[in-house]
T-cell receptor, first 112, second 116 residues
Framework: SQKIEQNSEALNIQEGKTATLTCNYTNYSPAYLQWYRQDPGRGPVFLLLIRENEKEKRKERLKVTFDTTLKQSLFHITASQPADSATYLCALSSGSARQLTFGSGTQLTVLP | GAVVSQHPSRVICKSGTSVKIECRSLDFQATTMFWYRQFPKQSLMLMATSNEGSKATYEQGVEKDKFLINHASLTLSTLTVTSAHPEDSSFYIC????????????FGSGTRLTVV
């Protein structure tokens, strides 16, 4: 069955450092991989989308890589700030199906 | 940017009653809307996919008679939890997409349902 794993249920880093979150998947050939941020009691907020034929995507302090051979995506936040503290979710979808399948999330805490 | 409004944000109801949750796309036409359920410390689990003007497609294990979904227009989808029980207490979230998938999905702010 399809499985999405986000390594590290929780990650604590010092302000100013780069946070790296991992998303691994099995039994899946996603056409798109997305990253969302979720704050407590709120819905997810879209951050970045990367396609299967793209290796890397950047947006301001955020960078996503997508390795379809390793079946892995890495999500980086550079120059992290306490305001970046949240749960980060990766989500996959195939080309035909518009549904998203979410990973369990990584709770990031940036310490001042 | 795209905005999805979800109401109510919190609701407490008695066991056996029904609750309706609304999801509206405010500045775009949502051809497809999705309903998710999230338990504490867990990820979002897709319950159903609704397309405007047609019946919703439910995920395996989701009771369609219990979770009624109506997508009557391109801007409104509703989820009705019928005959609610304490085990239905959860965080329900909708999301909407237009035909363009390139910019991710827009999610509502969620509804915390507590059945007492």
């Amino acid at each position: 069955s399809q499985k999405i794993e986000q390594n590290s249920e929780a990650l604590n880093i010092q302000e100013g450092k780069t946070a790296t979150l991992t998303c691994n998947y099995t039994n899946y050939s996603p056409a798109y991989l997305q990253w969302y941020r979720q704050d407590p009691g709120r819905g997810p907020v879209f951050l970045l989308l990367i396609r299967e034929n793209e290796k890397e995507k950047r947006k301001e302090r955020l960078k996503v890589t997508f390795d379809t051979t390793l079946k892995q995506s890495l999500f980086h936040i550079t120059a992290s700030q306490p305001a970046d503290s949240a749960t980060y979710l990766c989500a996959l979808s195939s080309g035909s199906a518009r549904q998203l399948t979410f990973g369990s999330g990584t709770q990031l805490t940036v310490l001042p | 940017g795209a905005v999805v409004s979800q109401h109510p944000s919190r609701v407490i109801c008695k066991s056996g009653t029904s609750v309706k949750i609304e999801c509206r796309s405010l500045d775009f036409q949502a051809t497809t809307m999705f309903w998710y359920r999230q338990f504490p410390k867990q990820s979002l689990m897709l319950m159903a996919t609704s397309n405007e003007g047609s019946k919703a497609t439910y995920e395996q294990g989701v009771e369609k008679d219990k979770f009624l979904i109506n997508h009557a227009s391109l801007t409104l989808s509703t989820l009705t939890v019928t005959s609610a029980h304490p085990e239905d207490s959860s965080f329900y979230i909708c999301s909407a997409s237009s035909d363009s998938f390139d910019y991710g999905y827009t999610f509502g702010s969620g509804t915390r349902l507590t059945v007492v």
